[in-house]
């Protein structure tokens, strides 16, 4: 009998809310008991939410001031979710223009976490989250684990495909916090025979009950492992932050014979996960309000596909409303309601973030996700795409901001030495704009190697 989990949930998250004046504990059994709503309660709960929020960003955030002035709408007086409409969409351009004024004046800014993101869209973007919002996130979070069977207090192997992830865990307090919680760290973001070991002895002495972490290091562990015969035993795998596509999925199901929960999350906030039925993801409707729109910002009826805006009904310090976060996909029809009883609505296909990895003459694997934090370091670049043409050459193309100088080229070329040597010749070209493709999706990495090498 394993007693962790129940000393986790009891003593453990409460001591730390206490120590941390935060209320995650709360959150996580409100949003358990949600996720049993009906589609009414639902909906009627992201109304008031929304009408609150829209209310303190026309009274605390400058930029909503304005926006909601000119836009006629009044956030006093919201009779449907549909009212929203009358919002420009937030792209992530608009977010970077208008930086200073998207921040809530209703916190001093040291009681703010600061974020940011690379973007699977290539627009390096930072943001702030207020610690209540961290908790709905983290609540959102554990709820999406606990679908896909792992629960507070089992451990877990986190494998990260970034390298802010992996300075981070080096920190003393991300040490003692992962002891107590339970889990540990494998960076996989230079994949090599030196991380496989090294993935593989913390599996056999550590004995994880799951594996979390992007869709694409976790495939390539897996590939690695059949091309070596090496199978291993987890009881559920979660993936996030990258696209999992149906092979990557199989052929983690086939290495560590077991189901597969992709999640759909980013730095920004946690959106949907699969449920034990894996059909779709259910939407973390009590934490955010997604619309999909079509190409003149019409709504997309359930099976038509178009761009993803998000809603998050609890950041308070940042308020992302209609934020267009870069993802393509499809509501599931409502008509078919979920076998497993959650009426959160779903969504049935996601597409974008569709990206290749770069590979090294030394056999390394570089996953686009480990590009991303580099970038995002860099507020003078406004987008950025990476292209390898073959195993000698790589081009960084950047559109820059007016204030990039060569400090950033000569920074941003050090981080991508160190993360794939110096044994491709790296280019910068500076462009006018990234081409977005025939799928009309942007691509922060793109290979031009033989397919085969680039699974
Ligand atoms: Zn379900």
Not at 15 to 24: A, V
């Amino acid at each position: 009998m394993d007693w962790y989990p129940v000393l986790a949930k009891r003593v453990l998250y409460p001591c730390f809310d206490r120590l941390r004046g935060r209320n995650l504990s709360r959150r996580i059994a409100e949003l358990d008991e949600q996720q049993w709503w009906s589609a009414e309660q639902i909906a009627s709960y992201q109304l008031d939410r929304l009408q609150a929020l829209l209310q303190h960003a026309a009274a605390t955030v400058p930029y909503y001031t304005t926006t909601l002035q000119q836009s006629g709408l009044n956030p006093k007086a919201l009779t449907s979710l549909k009212d929203l409409q009358q919002l420009p969409i937030l792209t992530k351009a608009r977010i970077n223009e208008n930086f200073d004024r998207m921040i809530s004046t209703a916190f001093p800014i040291e009681q703010l976490v600061a974020g940011r993101t690379g973007g699977s869209t290539g627009v390096p973007t930072r943001f702030f989250h207020n610690t209540a919002a961290l908790d709905y996130i983290r609540a959102a979070v554990i709820r999406n684990s606990a679908w896909a069977g792992l629960h507070i207090g089992e451990k877990y192997i986190k494998v990260s495909g970034s390298h802010f992830d992996y300075f981070l865990m080096q920190r003393l307090v991300s040490r003692i916090t992962s002891r107590l919680l339970r889990f540990r760290w494998v960076s996989a973001y230079q994949l090599s025979p030196e991380t496989l070991k090294n993935f593989l002895h913390e599996l056999h002495t550590f004995k994880p009950v799951a594996l979390c972490g992007y869709a694409s290091a976790i495939s390539q562990f897996a590939h690695l492992m059949k091309d070596n015969n090496i199978s291993a035993n987890v009881n559920t795998i979660m993936t996030s932050s990258d696209t999992l596509f149906p092979q990557q999925r199989a052929i983690i199901e086939e290495v560590f014979s077991c189901k597969v929960f992709d999640a759909y999350g980013s730095r920004e906030m946690s959106i949907a996960a699969e449920c034990e039925v894996h059909r779709g993801m259910h939407i973390n409707a009590d934490c955010v309000y997604i619309e999909i729109l079509d190409d003149q910002g019409r709504p997309c009826p359930p099976g038509v596909t178009g761009r993803i805006v998000v809603t998050d009904l609890h950041n308070y310090a940042f308020p992302f409303i209609r934020y267009e976060i870069g993802d393509i996909g499809t509501f599931a029809d409502e008509g078919t309601s979920c076998p497993c009883g959650r009426h959160l609505p779903r969504i049935a296909s996601l597409e974008g973030r569709v990206d290749d990895c770069i590979r090294t003459p030394e056999g390394m694997i570089v996953t686009a996700p480990a590009f991303t934090i580099v970038f995002s370091d860099r507020p003078t670049v406004k987008e950025y795409q990476i292209v390898q043409h073959d195993w000698k050459h790589l081009t960084v193309n950047i559109v820059k901001c007016p204030k990039y100088s060569s400090d950033d080229e000569d920074y941003l070329r050090d981080c991508i030495v160190r993360m794939i040597g110096s044994d491709i010749q790296i280019a910068f070209e500076y462009v006018e704009g990234i081409d977005r493709g025939e799928s009309g999706k942007r691509r922060t990495v793109i290979s031009r190697l033989p397919r085969e090498a680039v699974v």
